[in-house]
């Protein structure tokens, strides 16, 4: 099983990236996804989660609004268009399965999540 994610890169606060998660080994349709970043000397954190189906999505206050999670599971793939970008939006953006294809009640949490990512860096400049 294999994540790939890509898309990451430098834009100035204000522009947009668009994140992209590739699966391998793994049939994305069984799976709700979840996007996590990770600033430089900080714990890892929710970004965004979004159902099997696409049709629920779920937001960290932080990236609510600015940030916009789909899928396109005849593609196998998951997205986070990332808008309105600030500097704090500066990480490693990490993709990963959730163990079910809904989203449980403490769908930020980690620990629901299997198979992550290898990150993709994010740089946002002032």
């Known amino acids: 099983v294999q994540l790939q994610a890509s898309g990451g890169g430098l834009a100035q606060a204000g522009g947009s990236l668009r994140l992209s998660c590739a699966a391998s080994?793994?049939?994305?349709?069984?799976?709700?996804m979840g996007w996590f970043r990770q600033a430089p000397g900080e714990e890892r954190e929710f970004v965004a989660a979004i159902v099997w189906s696409g049709t629920v999505t779920r937001y960290a206050d932080s990236v609510k609004g600015r940030f916009s999670i789909s899928r396109d599971n005849t593609k196998n793939t998951v997205y986070l268009q990332m808008n309105s970008l600030k500097t704090e939006d500066t990480a490693v953006y990490y993709c990963a399965s959730h163990r079910h294809p809904y989203l449980e009640d403490s769908y930020y949490s980690e620990e629901f999540y299997t198979y992550w990512g290898q990150g993709t860096q994010v740089t946002v400049s002032s």
């Open positions: 080994g793994l049939t994305l349709l069984s799976y709700a």
